[in-house]
C-alpha cells in the first residue's frame, strides 16, 4: 500500500510533470508560431525571354513577348496554382512576363517599352523581399548590349539592395558579369531539349523561398567561371555524350551541403556580343565547396569541348534527301536546321522547299510522299482560304523576313487542310504540290508535337518523309522517328557557326580558335551589389 501510495504520489508527480512539460512545449510551440506567423514574404515576379539572332535580318516587336500582367501571369506557372504548396508560401506580386518565341533582334521600341512597363508596376506594388526574375538570357536588342544585365540594374534602381533577386534561365542564355553581381541567386536548365523547363523555374522559386523563410538571405558566395567555348545548341543536346556526363554531374554537385544550386549555361552562339560563351556558377555558403564546384564543372566541360558534335548525323540538303528517299525506315526525318524558328531562324526561308519541289522524285503525287514544316506565307492562305479545300490554289510563300537565300517560292496545288485558331500560326493551311504536303501558316510556328500535324489532318507516322524547320528532334518527334538526319541548311541560325561573321565574341574562342591554349578556370567570387 505504501508502495502503492508512494507510486500513486509518483504517478501524480509524473503525471503533473507531463502536463508541465506539455504547457511549456505548447507555449514554446506558440511562441514559434507566433514567429513564423510573420507576414509572408512579399515576392515580385517580372521577366522577359527570347533568344534572337543578330544574324537574322528579322526583328522582333513587342506583341511577340505576349506579355502577360498582374494576376496574368501566374498562369504561366503551374506550380503557383492557388491551391499549391508554393503559392501559400509568399504573397505574390506579379508585374509583367513575356516570352517570345526565338527571333530576330528585338527592337529598342519594343524592349523599352516592356522594361518600362515592369518597372512602373515594381514601383507601385513594392516594397518586396524577394523578386523572381524569369528570363531566357539571349535577348538582342537593336543597339544595347547584354540586355539581361541592363534590365536586372534598372531593376535594382527600383527594388534596391537588399531585396533577394532569384533567376532561372535557359541553358543557352548568357551569363554576363553584370548580371550575376545583381542576381542573389541563379540557375539554369539541365536538359536540352528543355524538358525541365518548369521545374528549373519552381526551383529558382523555391531556393528564393527558403533563403527568406530561414533568414538566411544571400548565399554567402556566388562562383563564376567563363568558359572559352561557344557552340550551337544540336551539338549539346543531353541526351548523348559527352554533354549528358557533363549535365548529369550538375544536380549532384547541387545536393550538397553548402550549396544551393549549380548550372552551366553552353550560351548563345548566334549574337555577336563580348557575353556570349559558355559559364558555371555555384552559389552557397560553403566557400569551399562553392569554388570547387564550379571549377569542377568547368573543367569537365572544357576537358569535354572537342567531344561536342551534332547530335544526329549531317550532312547538307541534296546527301540527306538522296538517303532518305532510298531508305526503307519511314518516317524519315530531316532537320531544316539552318533557319529554326526555335533557335532564332526567320523562319521564312524558302531555300530548301525551294530545293525539295525541284526534285523530280517529287513531282507526282505516286511520289515519295513527304510533310514539309513549314513557310509562313499570308497572302497564300488568304488565297487557300478564297480557294477551299479540295480546290486548286496557286501563289507565293515566305522570303518576307529573310530572303538573303532564295526568293518566295512558288506554290501550286490542292488544298488540303485549313485549320484556325492555333496560337503562333493563327491560320494554317496544308497544300499538296505532287507527293509534297507543304504547310502554309499565316504566322511562323514550330512543329514539335505529333499533334501539330494530325490537327491539320497529316499523319506524320505513315509519311515517308517529314521535313521540319528544327534542330534536335524535340521528344514526340524523336520518339517516332524510323531514321533522321541533320541538314546543315542555310538560315539566319545557321549551324557552321565557325562560317560565322563575328566581330565582337572574345577570342581566343573555341572552337573558333581550335589549338588555344588552356584557359584559366579558377572561380572568381562575384561580389553582390550593395
Ligand atoms: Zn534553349
Known sequence: MKNATRSFSGSLRFLSLLILTGLIICQAQAKR??????????????????????????????????????????????????DSIVYKEATWIPTVVGHALPGGTVTREAYESLVNKTLDALQKGGP????????????????????EGDFIVR????????????????????????????????????????????????????????????????????????I?????G??????????????????????????????????YAWADEPRNHAVVMVTGDDKEKVTSTA???????????????????TGDLKTCLDKAIASDKHPFYISDSGDNPTAGGAGDVTWTLTEILKRPEFK????????????????????????????????????????????????????????????????????????????VTQKRKPYHKEIDFTRLGLNPRKADIVVVKIGYLEPELYAMRADWLLALTPGGVDQNIEQLPYHRIQRPMFPMDKDMADPDLTAKLVPFVK
Open 33 to 82: 508560431y507566433s514567429s513564423s506567423d510573420k507576414p509572408l514574404p512579399r515576392i515580385a515576379i517580372c521577366g522577359l525571354g527570347i533568344e534572337s539572332s543578330t544574324f537574322s535580318p528579322a526583328l522582333t516587336e513587342e506583341a511577340a513577348f505576349h506579355a502577360k500582367y498582374n494576376a496574368d501571369v501566374l498562369k504561366t506557372y503551374p506550380f503557383l496554382s492557388a
Open 128 to 147: 518586396y523581399d524577394g523578386l523572381y526574375f524569369d528570363i531566357h538570357g539571349a535577348m538582342s536588342v537593336v543597339g544595347l548590349d547584354d540586355a
Open 155 to 226: 531593376i535594382r534602381k527600383v527594388v534596391g539592395t537588399k531585396t533577394l533577386i532569384s533567376t532561372s534561365m535557359d541553358l543557352h542564355g548568357n551569363v554576363s558579369w553584370r548580371l550575376a553581381e545583381n542576381t542573389d541567386l541563379i540557375t539554369c536548365y539541365r536538359m536540352a531539349p528543355h524538358e525541365d523547363a518548369m521545374a528549373t523555374k519552381k526551383r529558382a522559386v523555391e531556393n528564393l523561398i527558403e533563403r527568406l523563410d530561414d533568414r538566411k538571405g544571400r548565399p554567402a558566395y556566388k562562383a563564376y567561371i567563363s
Open 228 to 232: 572559352p567555348v561557344l557552340l550551337p
Open 234 to 267: 544540336e551539338k549539346t543536346s543531353t541526351r548523348i555524350e559527352p554533354a549528358k556526363s557533363v549535365y548529369a554531374a550538375v544536380a549532384p554537385a547541387a545536393a550538397q551541403k553548402g550549396i544551393i544550386d549549380a548550372a552551366i549555361w553552353i550560351g
Open 295 to 313: 571549377e569542377k564543372l568547368a573543367r569537365n566541360f572544357w576537358a569535354a569541348r572537342k567531344g561536342y558534335a551534332f547530335v544526329a548525323p
Open 364 to 439: 507526282t503525287e505516286n511520289g515519295p510522299s513527304l510533310i514539309y514544316a513549314s513557310i509562313p506565307g499570308a497572302e497564300l492562305v488568304k488565297s487557300a482560304i478564297a480557294a477551299g479545300v479540295g480546290n486548286h490554289v496557286d501563289g507565293y510563300a515566305g522570303a518576307k523576313v529573310d530572303a538573303r537565300l532564295a526568293p518566295p517560292v512558288h506554290i501550286s496545288g490542292t488544298v488540303k487542310s485549313i485549320v484556325y485558331g492555333d496560337t503562333d500560326a493563327e491560320v494554317e493551311v496544308v497544300v499538296q504540290v505532287g507527293s509534297v504536303s507543304v504547310i
